[in-house]
């Protein structure tokens, strides 16, 4: 990885359709590009991570001329990544928020946010979502091997629960033909680490990102190469069936468990 020092001009995205998913009325990225690199996402093709470092400044003066609304942080790359550790944007950028009364809900994979407590039970309405895609290792070490463990991610719910923090799960990107036979336990762990709700959204394949997706699975799952091509092939998106049938299912879990499968 390399990484360089930027100055943006602007940090606060307006969402300009209604976010259903995530409940955001805004979007702001401490980082572009994210050290993670997992094999789903798009941002993995780009070694170089450009750390915002005027972030701070930029969003106090966006934020003294904006409506309240809620702030997704990190809607494109993971906030709280590693050199988070190093630059402390992200809860520099939390104290801000704070400090303005704007809600906020954060996505990430990392245990790191557990280090913001102290702001996050500060800010109103403050949510945060921790993704997954597989309680199995053996799946998460070959799509996002340099995430933490599903055990520690479920742990950080728990963690942020019993400090009082808004916490769920998403299970995002849902991965066809993987790990549907893992939704019960999926949810049976969510209930168990305090989960409040449980959000999930199918796997996009865009552009250049389904030759790659697709070469993944030559390697690690080639029974599954010909489901994919089939699934994906007019669109970026799984057929309009498969998203139905997977829909249906993660929402009879949710009535099964007894959890939201909304904010």
């Given at each position: 990885m390399?990484y360089?020092q930027?100055?943006?001009?602007?940090l606060?995205?307006?969402i300009?359709?209604k976010?259903?998913?995530?409940?955001?009325?805004?979007?702001?990225?401490?980082?572009?590009?994210?050290?993670?690199g997992?094999?789903y996402?798009d941002s993995?093709f780009d070694k170089t991570?450009?750390?915002?470092?005027?972030a701070?400044?930029?969003l106090?003066?966006e934020?003294?001329k904006?409506k309240?609304?809620?702030?997704?942080?990190?809607?494109v790359?993971?906030?709280?990544?590693?050199?988070e550790?190093?630059?402390h944007?992200?809860r520099d950028?939390l104290k801000?928020?704070?400090?303005?009364?704007f809600?906020?809900?954060i996505?990430?994979?990392?245990?790191?946010?557990?280090?913001?407590v102290?702001i996050?039970?500060?800010?109103e309405?403050?949510f945060?979502t921790?993704?997954?895609?597989?309680?199995?290792?053996?799946?998460?070490?070959?799509?996002e091997?340099?995430?933490?463990?599903?055990k520690?991610?479920?742990q950080?719910?728990?963690?942020l629960?019993?400090e009082?923090?808004?916490?769920?799960l998403?299970?995002?990107?849902v991965?066809?033909?993987?790990?549907?036979?893992?939704f019960?336990?999926?949810?049976?762990?969510?209930k168990?680490h305090?989960?409040?709700?449980?959000?999930h959204?199918h796997?996009?394949?865009k552009?250049?990102?389904?030759?790659?997706?697709i070469?993944i699975?030559?390697?690690?799952?080639?029974s599954l190469?010909?489901k994919?091509k089939?699934l994906y092939?007019?669109?970026?998106?799984?057929d309009?069936?498969?998203?139905?049938?997977?829909n249906n299912l993660i929402?009879?879990?949710?009535k099964?468990?007894e959890?939201m499968?909304?904010?």
């Amino acid at each position: 990885m390399q990484y360089k020092q930027v100055k943006v001009d602007f940090l606060l995205n307006k969402i300009t359709t209604k976010d259903k998913l995530f409940g955001g009325d805004y979007t702001i990225d401490p980082y572009q590009n994210c050290e993670f690199g997992c094999l789903y996402c798009d941002s993995s093709f780009d070694k170089t991570i450009y750390v915002k470092i005027n972030a701070v400044e930029t969003l106090e003066k966006e934020l003294e001329k904006s409506k309240k609304g809620t702030i997704i942080v990190g809607s494109v790359h993971d906030p709280y990544q590693k050199i988070e550790e190093e630059f402390h944007i992200t809860r520099d950028l939390l104290k801000i928020i704070e400090q303005n009364g704007f809600p906020c809900h954060i996505l990430t994979k990392s245990d790191l946010v557990i280090r913001d407590v102290d702001i996050l039970s500060q800010i109103e309405n403050c949510f945060v979502t921790i993704s997954i895609t597989s309680l199995r290792e053996s799946i998460t070490k070959i799509f996002e091997k340099n995430v933490p463990s599903p055990k520690i991610r479920l742990q950080t719910i728990k963690k942020l629960t019993n400090e009082g923090i808004r916490s769920g799960l998403a299970l995002i990107p849902v991965l066809p033909y993987i790990v549907e036979k893992e939704f019960k336990d999926i949810f049976n762990s969510a209930k168990i680490h305090s989960a409040q709700y449980v959000l999930h959204k199918h796997l996009e394949l865009k552009g250049d990102q389904k030759t790659f997706f697709i070469n993944i699975l030559k390697e690690f799952y080639p029974s599954l190469v010909e489901k994919y091509k089939k699934l994906y092939e007019n669109n970026y998106m799984p057929d309009d069936k498969y998203i139905l049938k997977i829909n249906n299912l993660i929402n009879e879990q949710c009535k099964n468990f007894e959890l939201m499968n909304k904010i």
